[in-house]
């Protein structure tokens, strides 16, 4: 199954900490997206990357926050200086990058983020 | 703006009995929308999308929705519930202005009891 992979599926980190979470989308896919969701809520948009390029981070928060889809390799979400509210699931889609803006994006199984 | 409504955070129905989540959505545009299905520690499954095709729609596991351009509204069903649609199910929107946001409902938690 070639789906969309993260990893790890649970982190615990300290605050203070950093936290990196990766996903690797669905193989031929140059379009991934990250989302937060917190308990009882939908998902909320963070960013949309294509390859190397962010086209859009107006969800994501102005500090502490990064994401990056190089060339070669997994997207990474970086969270640095973790605080107890960064605590949430956060999930990676991807999708291709041909079909246009009705392409159904697939996601992953999400990583538990929790801070102590 | 785009927004979209879930209008009850939870369900209960009886297994054998008729499902019926509502979604409205506010698009200024011809937006595309899909429902998708999250069943615990898991990620989401999409269970159907409108393209401005036909308006009723059939998806995976007996779903169905109708896309209702009056009424804004995209409302998901299935004739006959199973314990295992015990999932939250999300309705999402995609404005058509070009890109790529996506915008989730809150979520609706459907309960289906034995």
């Known amino acids: 199954n070639a789906g969309v992979m993260q990893n790890p599926r649970h982190l615990v980190r300290r605050r203070g900490q950093e936290a990196r979470l990766r996903c690797s989308p669905v193989k031929g896919h140059s379009h991934v997206y990250w989302y937060r969701q917190l308990p009882e809520e939908g998902l909320k948009f963070m960013v949309y990357?294509?390859?190397?390029?962010?086209?859009?981070e107006s969800g994501m928060p102005k500090e502490r926050f990064s994401a990056e889809f190089p060339k070669e390799g997994p997207s990474i979400l970086r969270i640095q200086q973790v605080v107890r509210g960064d605590s949430a699931a956060y999930f990676c889609?991807?999708?291709?990058?041909?079909?246009?803006?009705?392409?159904?994006?697939?996601f992953g199984d999400g990583t538990r983020l929790s801070i102590l | 703006a785009q927004s979209v409504t879930q209008l009850d955070s939870h369900v209960s129905v009886s297994e054998g009995t008729p499902v019926l989540l509502r979604c409205n959505y506010s698009?200024?545009?011809?937006?595309?929308l899909f429902w998708y299905v999250q069943h615990p520690n898991k990620g989401l499954q999409l269970l159907l999308k409108?393209?401005?095709?036909?308006?009723l729609v059939k998806g995976i596991n007996g779903f169905e929705a109708e896309f209702k351009k009056s009424e804004t509204s995209f409302h998901l069903t299935k004739p006959s519930a199973h314990m295992s649609d015990a999932a939250e199910y999300f309705c999402v929107v995609r404005p058509d202005t070009g890109g790529f946001k996506t915008i989730f409902g809150a979520g609706t938690r459907l309960f289906v009891k034995a």
């Open positions: 990357l294509q390859k190397e390029n962010i086209i859009d």
């Open positions: 698009s200024s545009y011809s937006p595309s």
């Open positions: 409108y393209t401005s095709a036909a308006t």
């Open positions: 889609a991807s999708s291709p990058g041909t079909g246009g803006f009705n392409q159904p994006q697939h």
